[in-house]
């Protein structure tokens, strides 16, 4: 059993994931627009990872007799100006839904909330691995640059990672 004020608050990271789920397939969409088939793969890949991460919530308030709300979910961007600002707006994103899930594991530690609270740590550690992952793409192209022939570069590094992710 939880809280009516935890399955608000975890209905609100449902949405936030499925968002977040739009926007890297939209980003997806993008990249292949651009003819950026590693940068693609990659997006897609980390699209059906928040899918899996709001599904995942769903599970747990059908076990601890929730309510789990399908949310209706915003348009995403479907223009970026280059390959950095979308890096850079996935990575705003990743800290958005890093501070909602810290805002949650406070709020089940000051009901003394245990289950949700372990519930919660899967997802307190998912956030550091995609926030770093998130930062290295951009020192990445920092440090080489976006010029189309770095982006050829880039996008081979991209299609590596999604395809290690994916073993
Ligand atoms: Fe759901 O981990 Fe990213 O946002």
């Not at 608050?9 to 997806?28: K, P, R």
């Not at 928040?50 to 769903?58: A, S, T, W």
């Not at 890096?87 to 003394?112: G, M, N, P, R, W």
């Amino acid at each position: 059993m939880i809280s009516k004020e935890i399955e608000k608050a975890l209905n609100n990271q449902i949405s936030l994931e499925g968002y977040a789920s739009h926007l890297y397939l939209s980003m997806a969409a993008w990249c292949d627009r651009q003819g950026l088939e590693g940068c693609k793969s990659f997006l897609m890949d980390q699209s059906d990872e928040e899918r899996f991460h709001m599904l995942k919530i769903y599970e747990y308030m059908s076990e601890v007799d929730g309510h789990a709300r399908t949310p209706k979910i915003d348009q995403p961007p479907e223009d970026f100006k280059s390959v950095k600002s979308l890096f850079e707006l996935l990575y705003e994103h990743e800290q958005k839904v890093t501070q909602s899930i810290h805002d949650l594991v406070d709020l089940a530690y000051s009901e003394k909330d245990y289950t949700t609270l372990n519930f919660l740590q899967w997802y307190v550690e998912e956030q550091r691995e995609e926030e770093d992952m998130a930062r290295s793409i951009l020192d990445k192209i920092n440090l080489i640059g976006d010029s189309p022939q770095s982006l050829y570069f880039i996008d081979i590094e991209l299609e590596k990672i999604s395809g290690d992710s994916s073993d």
